[in-house]
């Protein structure tokens, strides 16, 4: 469910972004969202672009804590926290971490049914 995402999501804050990274050595932003989804069965491509191929857009307005953030050109992607936040990988040099979305130019995604 959305709680138990939003948990997984940020044991991981504090992990150093690694270019292709998929485990809490080092992660990148899809290697991320496929390492949180990892968890509850969910097995995903290591591709921003694949991942989304994937889901189902939904409106921001019914987005809820555990869906996806997707940049429109998927240069990005990270796991919605509510509130116009965030949970992601973001660059060289940087850590994981619970950050405001700061682009208008993206698009929720459901990859699963979170309320159950």
Request: aromatic share 12%; net charge negative.
């Amino acid at each position: 469910n959305s709680e138990n995402l939003m948990k997984a999501a940020s044991e991981l804050v504090g992990t150093p972004y690694v270019f292709g990274g998929d485990s809490p050595a080092g992660i990148d932003c899809s290697g991320y969202v496929l390492f949180v989804y990892a968890q509850f069965g969910i097995s995903l491509p290591h591709s921003v672009y694949q991942q989304a191929k994937m889901a189902t857009k939904i409106d921001i307005e019914d987005a809820l804590p555990g869906d996806i953030v997707v940049f429109n050109d998927y240069s990005h992607n990270g796991i919605y926290a509510g509130n116009g936040n965030f949970y992601h990988a973001p660059q060289r040099g940087d850590r994981v971490k619970l950050a405001p979305i700061f682009t208008p130019r993206f698009h929720i995604i459901r990859l699963v049914d979170i309320n159950n």
